[in-house]
């Protein structure tokens, strides 16, 4: 069921208080534990979600999925590549040789640089479960599939949704979703 | 010296080993309790602002937080306690009225426990509300004496003889009636008082559970008038937001006189929470005080309420039925009865734990009765006098679970108001804040920073779930006493009996103690 | 007496029948007493009684008050005080003969009376049977060790602490000849019964046996009091019979409709009811919400006119019936019946809240 959902905002709700990016570093963390994340990991691991304030108003922002995604056009080494089964824009950061092209063409500018590591990073994977993620295109090698994996988290939901608190950020089905609408 | 109201009320403690500095509980905290520093890239807490909602503590990723009470103490003394010198303080300090938010905290008897249910045994046997039917449906609104029908030709007899009951004509009209499908009922909290979100939410919930919740006096905003089938709105002495199209979308109209909280007391919106929706809603300039006079100036007696009564009644062509609200005092049956002989089709009465928005302190903790014995009395002297059919009774004020509501009933309560388990439902921890409009809760304020933080969906929820859980401990327990209908328990007293109650309370609960039979 | 009456709640599984003869036609008390001591099993011995209607043809425009008095001074009080208020056209003491099983028995007495002139003038907003309920109801509750078991015209309750067959031997009641007979046997479970608290319970041409316990009794009886009727016995059977008394004498509804209301049926039933049908249940059961007996029951009412049986909302007592040529039974078991009459045209098991009427044909 999880396919062709996608991550909705209701910035009507966003209270601003930015656990979503907490939990998504956790997430993404090598030990997903909070206290390790946090604290413990070196270099600290990244949020592929970001909080937009201004004023009142603020919301979590992460990558569309866009439908006609600009990034998968410019990435240069097919990084980026469109999930078939869930037709989420996924990254093989192996390939990624940190051209940045795509944080150049995204509009929503949700894709942001590891600067350690020379390479794009933050980037939100729906946390998918591992399979979804090793049902990656072809040319992705065993190793690296391997490797990936630990981003593959198999919850049911991606953690920004399942602990907004106040239902600001909600999983959809994306049918008559706002990708189009979006870009 | 220029002595400070010390010590604080509440320390956060704060676990370092555990805390994470994501500073989830600095961007939430409305009284800025919490302090980041970006150098040292710690969080520290200033106890002082501290009013101990909780909200960080319920944020916090890593449960790293902790609010306890200051355990300083001032030498014990039972004249002269903490809260004694800390109120003179503060009236030292600034000269003012103290305010206070929620109902009375005073430790008063609360006679909800010291009353105890009955069940069946042998003699009669008691009933499974998950196997068989239990009733709660419940009609508030005035019943007539008698029903009289006249019998129909014996040609309609033969036509419908299977019918059991139609060979005979209805010829007496009901009284226009509100339908409950579970006895509660949400209190009036005004929109100014509590958010739009909050409003939505009550509306909502009453909606689905099929109940109703009330305007309270701040009228009815625009995007509330699709639940006006679940509405009572309230005319209050303010008479804000009043108008045709308000009296018209409602179920039911509720003349508010008194306020369990603040008997006697008008109501202050400051202008600050006074929005341009607020504006809109109450039909007042933006940013002006928004004061209820103490009394209706136009009900300076009985017979000018019911003058008021009736106008409401032509107003709405006699459709809705008309109720008012009482805070219960000293004379409250009498005043009830003559409520009811004003006309009204329902009397509200609001005990002496009922909450508030803001209210002067002294007044909220040393003014008025409990409800436990107001509608013991209420309800015995509408039954002497024979009019106890014409008007329903709901009792409010510190109800806080089914237990305290299935007494209610057997007391003689038709349903019962419930307003702060709903805000509780909905996140309140009871700071009793409310008047500092700084509800981190987004319950008690205006601010677009905090309102926001109440999901109407999740507030929904929350509330239905509520009244769903009350419900069916409720049937769980009449049908423990063999009661399959919600009727049989309303005023049967004999269900309940008194332990540790003087015979002066019982006398006037009109119950026996625990361990006499029938 | 106020606390030896309120211990006598009286909670009983009991043992009720009914005989009624349509037309009219008297029969004596033999099969009365052959049917309920049938159901001996379900009694303790700790009340018996029954009660007749048209045992005194010639007096049937007079109001009979059968008494019991604890003493001779609570005779004297209450000849005292309906002589204020009546003509007493006839007293004597009830009629009994010796029987081994009933040992103390309290003073036996009834009264054929005419309402005074000038009582009817002075309260001339009571109708007859207003004065006579208010005099039963004074006496009750204000002459210590007097109580009025019926007061009813062309009828009477025998009633006593004992089983039904002895207490119906005692009475003498197979030298009775009645259209209606009804019978209790008790089992009250939290007292040792007391004469006057014995089915059934009386009040003008009502009378009442009931085997069951209203949980909502303490409803049932302030309900009353909005009316005006005092309940002063403690006991489910009297809000019963004043329950019958207010909806059929003074709201002027039927059995039937009366029915709904004390067995009101289910809210989901009342939805699902034809329009016209469901106005009127709706409204039957929001006004008189209070009279819903709630509890298991099964009672046979009688007056003058009818006997009916009708059993609680979801039928936890028993409750059987049947007809044979003009004769309509109604009874706890099938066995009370058949010891009767061995064949009856029709015997059938009444639903919950579905009540059985016999009218008497004019």
Redesign the interface.
């Known amino acids: 069921m999880g396919t062709k959902k996608r991550i909705v905002i209701?910035e009507?709700?966003?209270?601003?208080?930015?656990?979503c990016?907490?939990?998504c570093l956790v997430q993404h963390s090598q030990t997903r534990n909070?206290?390790k994340a946090?604290?413990g990991e070196f270099p600290k691991p990244l949020s592929r979600i970001i909080v937009e304030e201004k004023g009142?108003v603020s919301f979590a922002l992460q990558c569309r999925h866009c439908t006609d995604a600009p990034c998968l056009q410019a990435c240069i080494t097919g990084t980026l590549y469109r999930d078939k089964k869930t037709k989420a824009v996924l990254c093989n950061e192996d390939k990624c040789v940190g051209c940045w092209m795509c944080i150049m063409v995204c509009p929503f500018g949700v894709i942001s640089r590891d600067l350690k590591n020379k390479k794009i990073a933050s980037k939100c994977d729906l946390c998918l479960p591992n399979e979804e993620i090793q049902s990656r295109s072809s040319s992705g090698s065993r190793r690296t599939s391997k490797k990936t994996a630990t981003f593959g988290m198999g919850e049911e939901l991606p953690v920004c949704v399942k602990?907004c608190?106040?239902?600001?950020i909600v999983f959809e089905p994306g049918e008559k979703d706002a990708l189009r609408n979006h870009w | 010296m220029a002595k400070r109201p010390t010590p604080t009320e509440f320390v956060v403690v704060r676990d370092e080993?555990?805390c994470?500095?994501?500073?989830?509980c600095v961007?939430?905290c409305a009284n800025d309790a919490h302090v980041y520093d970006a150098q040292l890239d710690t969080v520290s807490v200033d106890n002082e602002k501290c009013v101990g909602c909780h909200f960080c503590e319920?944020?916090c990723?890593?449960g790293a937080l902790t609010i306890q009470r200051n355990p300083s103490e001032f030498k014990l003394n039972a004249n002269w306690d903490a809260r004694t010198i800390k109120n003179i303080t503060k009236q030292a300090q600034t000269g003012g009225v103290l305010l206070a938010g929620m109902g009375c905290d005073r430790p008063y008897p609360i006679y909800w426990d010291h009353i105890l249910l009955n069940a069946?045994q042998?003699?009669?046997?008691s009933?499974d509300p998950l196997r068989?039917?239990m009733?709660l449906?419940t009609?508030i609104g005035r019943?007539?004496?008698?029903?009289?029908?006249g019998v129909m030709s014996s040609e309609f007899v033969e036509k419908n003889k299977k019918?059991?009951?139609?060979n005979?004509e209805?010829r007496?009209q009901?009284s226009p009636?509100l339908k409950l499908e579970t006895p509660i009922l949400f209190s009036a909290m005004s929109y100014g008082s509590i958010s739009l979100n909050a409003c939505k939410s009550l509306a909502r919930a009453a909606a689905s559970a099929g109940t109703f919740y009330n305007t309270g006096e701040g009228g009815l905003h625009k995007d509330l008038y699709q639940y006006g089938a679940n509405t009572i709105v309230q005319v209050a002495s303010g008479r804000f937001g009043v108008h045709k199209k308000y009296l018209q979308a409602a179920a039911a109209i509720e003349i508010k006189i008194g306020q369990g909280a603040k008997p006697g007391i008008g109501g202050h919106l400051p202008g600050e929470k006074v929005s341009y929706e607020i504006s809109q809603t109450r039909m007042i300039p933006e940013g002006t005080d928004a004061l209820s006079p103490a009394p209706h100036h136009d009900i300076y007696s009985i017979e000018d309420l019911k003058q008021l009564i009736y106008a409401l009644k032509e107003a709405t062509r006699y459709q809705k039925p008309v109720g008012v609200k009482i805070s219960a005092v000293h004379n409250v049956a009498p005043i009830a009865s003559g409520i009811v002989r004003s006309g009204a089709d329902f009397v509200a009465i609001d005990g002496l734990r009922g909450g508030t928005g803001a209210a002067p302190t002294v007044i909220r903790d040393n003014v008025g009765i409990p409800i436990e014995l107001a509608i013991a009395v209420v309800d015995q002297r509408l039954?002497?006098e024979?009019i106890?059919?014409q008007a329903s009774l709901i009792a409010a004020g510190g109800i806080r679970n089914s237990a305290d509501i299935i007494k209610a009933i057997?007391i003689g309560a038709d349903a019962v108001y419930i307003g702060t388990a709903a805000l509780v439902a909905m996140g309140c921890n009871l700071c009793q804040k409310c008047y500092t409009g700084k509800c981190n809760w987004g319950l008690a304020t205006q601010?677009?920073?905090l309102t926001?933080?109440?999901?109407p969906?999740?507030g929904t929820e929350r509330l239905v779930n509520l009244l769903r859980a009350w419900s069916l401990e409720i049937k769980e327990m009449l049908g423990g006493?063999?009661?399959?209908?919600i009727?049989?328990?309303?005023?049967?007293?004999?269900?309940l009996r008194g332990v540790g109650l003087s015979d002066t309370d019982l006398k006037l609960l009109g119950i026996k103690p625990a361990g006499e039979?029938? | 007496m106020e606390s030896g009456l309120?211990?006598e709640?009286d909670?009983s599984?009991c043992a009720i029948s009914g005989i009624m003869d349509l037309t009219g036609k008297r029969f004596s008390g033999d099969e009365i007493i052959s049917s309920i001591s049938c159901m001996r099993e379900r009694s303790n011995g700790l009340g018996g009684g029954f009660a007749a209607y048209g045992i005194y043809p010639q007096y049937q425009e007079n109001w009979c008050f059968h008494m019991m008095f604890e003493n001779k001074s609570a005779l004297v009080q209450t000849e005292e005080y309906l002589r204020d208020n009546y003509k007493i056209i006839k007293d004597e003491i009830i009629p009994t003969q010796e029987d081994r099983l009933i040992r103390y028995r309290p003073l036996l007495w009834r009264y054929f009376l005419q309402l005074k002139e000038e009582k009817v003038k002075l309260h001339y907003d009571l109708t007859e049977e207003d004065f006579v309920a208010k005099t039963v109801m004074e006496i009750n509750t204000q002459i210590k060790d007097a109580f009025v078991a019926s007061s009813g015209k062309n009828m009477g309750v025998f009633k006593g602490v004992g089983y039904p067959e002895d207490i119906g031997n005692f009475y003498r009641l197979q030298e009775y000849q009645a259209y209606i007979w009804t019978a209790h046997g008790r089992f009250p479970?939290?007292t040792v019964g007391w004469w006057g608290g014995a089915h059934p319970f009386g009040l003008l041409d009502w009378t009442v046996v009931h085997n069951?316990?209203i949980?909502?009794?303490?409803?049932n009886?302030?309900?009353l009091?909005?009316?005006?009727y005092t309940c002063a016995f403690?006991t489910d059977t009297e809000v019963i019979t004043y329950l019958f008394d207010l909806l059929v004498r003074?709201?002027?509804?039927?059995f039937?409709?009366v029915a709904?209301i004390l067995a009101?049926p289910?809210?989901?039933e009342i939805d699902r009811?034809?329009d016209?049908?469901r106005?009127?249940?709706k409204?039957?059961?929001?006004?008189?919400?209070?009279a819903?007996?709630?509890?298991?029951f099964s009672v046979i009412v009688a007056n003058g006119k009818n006997m009916a049986g009708l059993n609680d909302?979801?039928k936890?007592r028993p409750l059987i019936a049947a007809t044979a040529q003009q004769r309509l039974y109604i009874s706890s078991e099938e066995s009370a019946i058949r010891a009767v009459c061995a064949n009856p045209d029709r015997v059938w098991t009444p639903k919950a809240g579905?009540p059985v009427i016999g009218r008497l044909k004019e």
């Open positions: 209701r009507e709700y966003c209270m601003g208080c930015r656990l990016e907490v939990h909070i206290i946090f604290k009142y602990n608190p106040n239902g600001a | 080993q555990k994470i500095s994501c500073q989830a961007r939430m319920t944020i990723p890593t069946s042998v003699t009669n046997p009933i068989e039917p009733e449906r009609y019943k007539p004496d008698v029903i009289k029908l019918l059991r009951t139609t005979y209805l007496t009901l009636q039954r002497e024979g106890r059919n057997a601010d677009p920073y926001k933080r109440l999901n969906d999740i006493m063999g009661i399959n209908a009727e049989s328990l309303r005023g049967n007293r004999e269900q039979a029938w | 309120r211990a709640k909670i599984g479970t939290n069951g316990e949980s909502s009794y303490g409803i009886k302030r309900f009091l909005n009316y005006g403690f003074k709201h002027g509804l039927a039937e409709t709904d009101a289910f809210w989901d009811a034809a016209k049908e106005e009127l249940l409204r039957l059961r929001i006004v008189y919400a209070s819903l007996l709630n509890g298991p909302r979801i936890l579905e």
